[in-house]
């Protein structure tokens, strides 16, 4: 087993989940009123990305720093969910579904800090 080919791969794996993540939330991001939509969706949206950014820049460099960066942005979107249910502006089935999503593209973070020794 290359060392460096198991962090790629499980890169590979844990951005298709976040992307997977995206794909679900954006119709919902839609429904969120106009009064919202740039200063919450947008914000969402982008720190959605900025996650998928951060796991593509862990498996290629496979540096402890860039993973505890991807941990860090997997909360920051904990938090933006919560955000949303707490204002009504996610349903809360919706951010149920999308927090286990994202508690699993966690977990796997974890595992991954784990074998580089964090």
Do not use: C, T
């Amino acid at each position: 087993m290359n060392p460096d080919g198991a962090p790629r791969q499980r890169g590979l794996v844990i951005v298709n989940k976040a992307e997977r993540l995206i794909s679900d939330l954006g119709p919902h991001l839609d429904k969120i009123p106009r009064h919202q939509r740039y200063r919450y969706g947008a914000r969402l949206e982008e720190a959605l990305w900025e996650l998928v950014r951060r796991l593509i820049e862990a498996a290629m460099s496979n540096q402890k720093s860039k993973v505890y960066r991807a941990d860090e942005q997997v909360r920051f979107i904990h938090a933006l969910l919560r955000h949303g249910a707490d204002r009504k502006l996610l349903g809360l089935k919706r951010v149920g579904d999308a927090s286990s999503q994202l508690s699993e593209i966690g977990a796997m973070i974890g595992a991954w800090r784990q074998r580089l020794g964090a």
